[in-house]
């Protein structure tokens, strides 16, 4: 190290100016690429070590992110003249209602009619990672006329509990019969890396379900029912909840034989 003394008054003078500049401009750029990864962190689709399931304890939250299924050029399913983009965006917006009421937090991976794609909203989900929150995916089912009711899918071990109390919430609040609580790997339920669920709320192709799904009063008790089985999970979190096993399976892929 130089000793001060050796250097004339002007030299160190401007050997400081250097320094201090060399240091601003190295500040400049560590917050640039700091800035850069957490955007790519945040909207990038992410996977755990080896594309394994990442289980974690049931945790306290106060976001609930709500996805409407579908939108945009993607109409989802349609059956006796509904529309399932129309019924699960209504839906959406009638559970953030109730869930704002309720004093939780809210946010939705699509207000309007447009399209946003699978990937995008695990991505959004996923920036979400660290802030207390789960994620609920809003769909009506279609398929043979003489299926009924509402399924809620679920993955993640730390799903089950919300899965099933929404499930039970629901069912109750409508009135439509129980598919089930099913376990399925599909990108909305496998791919975020917090608590998520999807419900299939009820089939457009039954008589009996879409007379009733038409109704937008009806609707809002769909989302009244999630909400309260939301609710439920807040307060009991997994409590008397039968646990599930972890399963080590891959990302769900487009190429996967179903998505939602």
Known sequence: MLSRRLLPTSAWRFGNVVIALAAVAITVCLAACVSSDRQSLAFSPSSTAGGRAD?????????????AGHGGHDMGGRGNGLTEKQLTLDTALALRNVLRAK?????????????????????????????GAILVSVHFDSASSSASGITTFFWRTDSHGLATRVHRSITSATGLPSVGVVRRR???????????????????TSRADASRIASSAFRRRIA??????????????DGNIPPVPELHEPLSRATDPRTY
């Open 224 to 237: 009244a029912g999630i909400a309260s089985g939301i609710a439920d999970q807040f307060r009991l979190g």
């Open 55 to 67: 289980p974690r304890t049931a945790q306290r939250f106060r976001t609930v992110i709500i996805d």
């Open 103 to 131: 004093g939780f937090n809210t946010v939705l991976t699509r207000a309007n009619d447009h399209f946003v794609d699978l990937d995008d909203r695990v991505a959004f989900a996923n920036h979400y990672r660290n802030s």
């Open 186 to 204: 599909i990108r909305l339920t496998r791919n975020p890396e917090i608590p998520c669920i999807l419900v299939e709320c009820g089939f457009m």
